[in-house]
């Protein structure tokens, strides 16, 4: 079990982080790439992308086993920054004590005892250019072939939870927060409780916590072996998913987009750009829940929303295509 000790000060300081994290991403889905036993959710998205698969990618295979340690340099703390080479490039720095530190404890991990780490691997420990350099291309090449065909919707994904979380510190404040996360974390004040492969307990001492949205996370939440002491912990969480998302719906085109484009649904897409709940929309537009419903229904299919049950309400926010849509311009991935 994890255990996260707060103070009052540490409350205070608690925020969730608004984009993906790259790395975290990269992370994440290469091992759910790799397990037998990543669940539903991400088993459309493993027979697409699997096949892509090959000898560049080796040198994350060694890094990143589906179980188990994985070494905390390939996910610094980027403080919020979400651009690729910026990361890849925050990697590349790690000092050269930092490397030898990790890929020690990655060598004597269980899951090594067996299974000595490949040469290439080892050689990182010296911080030498061509090596770190190896790396940084095959953390490039997996983001290009396995996420930025998709990254859109996890952007879009993620964007929802972030717009439902906000809704609920309005509603109550961080101890609404820190509660709402049941049952992936337990709030049992002062301390954040989740489920965890070891027993860990975690005092943040007026660091606060970053609590990181991950698309590709599984099922419990994950952090790093060896957080720095001066930084505030980073706390990586899992998102719901809607279903199909690994085929999303694409926009309608021609008389279809006539039809969903009504003043009605037009209304609602830019309403949704903050978040709206299914009866905040009816109460907004003065229309039935039902009919709410089914013009959501209709903007969902075309890929220009996303709606994200919790509890008793479902929460609409649009896309970055429906984004696109409302502002006359092409969507970029």
Wanted: hydrophobic share 45%; net charge positive; glycine share 8%.
């Amino acid at each position: 079990m994890l255990r996260v000790h707060f103070t009052n000060e540490d409350v205070a300081r608690v925020r969730v982080a608004a984009t993906p994290d790259p790395l975290w991403e990269i992370t994440n889905s290469f091992q759910v790439l790799i397990s037998e036993d990543s669940g539903p959710v991400f088993g459309q998205w493993r027979r697409l992308v699997r096949p892509r698969l090959g000898p560049a990618d080796g040198l994350l295979g060694a890094l990143l086993p589906p179980h188990g340690y994985s070494p905390d340099f390939l996910t610094p703390n980027l403080a919020g920054a979400t651009d690729l080479d910026f990361a890849v490039d925050t990697v590349l720095r790690t000092p050269r004590s930092a490397l030898s530190a990790d890929l020690a404890l990655l060598a004597a991990s269980p899951r090594r005892s067996r299974s000595p780490l490949p040469t290439e691997v080892r050689a990182l420990a010296d911080g030498a250019p061509e090596d770190l350099r190896r790396l940084g291309t095959a953390l490039h090449d997996y983001h290009r072939r396995m996420l930025a065909p998709v990254w859109r919707h996890v952007r879009a994904q993620v964007d929802a939870d972030h717009s439902m979380r906000a809704r609920v510190v309005l509603a109550g404040g961080t101890e609404g927060l820190l509660a709402d996360f049941s049952p992936v974390l337990r709030w049992n004040p002062p301390v954040l409780e989740a489920d965890y492969p070891v027993d860990r307990e975690l005092r943040l001492g007026g660091r606060g916590l970053v609590l990181q949205p991950s698309f590709f996370c599984r099922r419990r939440p994950v952090m790093l072996a060896h957080p720095a002491a001066d930084r505030t912990p980073v706390l990586v969480y899992p998102i719901q998913h809607t279903p199909g998302w690994a085929h999303p719906g694409t926009p309608a085109h021609g008389a279809e987009l006539g039809a969903l484009l009504g003043r009605t649904r037009a209304a609602i897409l830019a309403d949704v750009v903050t978040g709206r709940t299914t009866g905040e929309l009816a109460q907004r537009f003065g229309i039935s829940g039902a009919a709410a419903s089914q013009h959501t229904a209709v903007l969902r299919r075309a890929g220009l929303l996303l709606s994200v049950r919790r509890s008793k309400y479902v929460l609409h926010t649009i896309t970055p295509v429906g984004l696109a849509l409302l502002n006359g311009a092409p969507a970029s991935v």
